[in-house]
């Protein structure tokens, strides 16, 4: 089975968001393409809560893009973003959504960061992807998504 992993297409990582990635939103239509030649689609959304320790605001005195050591190793200080249920976190409004069979969200630990679709960033949390997919028969995958630096790379 093929599967299309569609990587963190929200609102926070296209232009105008706290973490925008330039030109973000104009992937949208390739990827609404691209969903008619995959049997499973899965989004994955970073879904963090008020206050996460991968924001710099949560650290007196630290600046965002700064390092912090944290028990899991060294940790980029994040600008606020993709707060749940907040407008930044939701889906880009020209992505179909309707055609997914799973969201898998991530960074919702307040004390471990999440790039990866599959792990948390102490590289032992699962994210329940690897799973999912297993016992959907997913032996294809194709990765797409924003902010290709850090989450669509880990």
Not at 92 to 102: E, G, M, R, S, V
């Amino acid at each position: 089975m093929k599967c299309l992993l569609i990587i963190d297409p929200q609102n926070d990582f296209c232009p105008g968001g706290a973490l925008a990635v330039a030109g973000g939103d104009s992937i949208m239509q390739p990827i609404n393409d691209l969903m008619a030649g995959y049997e499973l689609i899965v989004l994955t959304q970073d879904w963090h809560p008020q206050g996460h320790s991968s924001f710099a605001s949560s650290h007196e005195g630290m600046a965002p893009f700064s390092l912090l050591e944290m028990p899991y190793g060294p940790q980029v200080l994040w600008p606020d973003h993709c707060i749940q249920t907040s407008a930044g976190a939701a889906f880009h409004a020209h992505l179909n959504t309707t055609k997914a069979d799973a969201i898998i969200r991530k960074g919702t630990n307040p004390q471990v960061d999440s790039y990866s679709a599959f792990f948390e960033n102490d590289k032992t949390t699962s994210t329940g992807l690897s799973g999912f997919l297993r016992d959907r028969g997913c032996a294809d995958i194709t990765m797409v998504g924003l902010a290709t630096d850090y989450c669509v790379a880990w």
